[in-house]
């Protein structure tokens, strides 16, 4: 079972700053530092194996070929899972994360999961990843 806490942001960025590699989310991270046991590797695991990638704070995971696309500044935008990472399809770019992948098109810090980032649905329609969550 997940709880929700809230923490400041410098409390947050000290427990990234934390970090060692293969820990994706903040549960991996202070489940080593407070030493309360192993944390569950499945999510990560995917990722490692490129069959896709599982987004470290949302859980959802993205298979391998996963495209996803948005608009900003009446251009469209696409990005494709591959190897584990997100390929930006115009640049051919690679990303560890969506976050970063939209970072590098749009100017500031926006939420990746606010409804901008769209996928087709297997009916063909134009569905949200926020849904995905």
């Not at 549960?27 to 995917?46: F, N």
Request: proline share 2%; hydrophobic share 30%; aromatic share 10%.
């Amino acid at each position: 079972m997940n709880r929700t806490i809230s923490v400041s942001t410098a409390v947050f960025a000290a427990i990234w700053a934390q970090r060692q590699a293969g820990e994706d989310t903040e549960d991996a991270i202070l489940s080593r530092v407070l030493k309360c046991g192993e944390t569950d590797a499945k999510p990560s695991e995917p990722a490692q194996k490129g069959k896709g990638l599982t987004d470290g704070r949302s859980g959802v995971h993205f298979a391998e070929g996963f495209e996803v696309f948005r608009n900003y500044k009446r251009k469209q935008y696409k990005g494709v899972v591959e190897g584990s990472q997100w390929v930006r399809l115009d640049t051919g770019e690679r990303f560890p994360t969506l976050n970063q992948l939209n970072q590098s098109i749009v100017d500031g810090n926006e939420n990746v999961w606010n409804g901008n980032w769209k996928f087709l649905g297997s009916d063909g329609t134009q569905r949200s990843i926020s849904e995905l969550r």
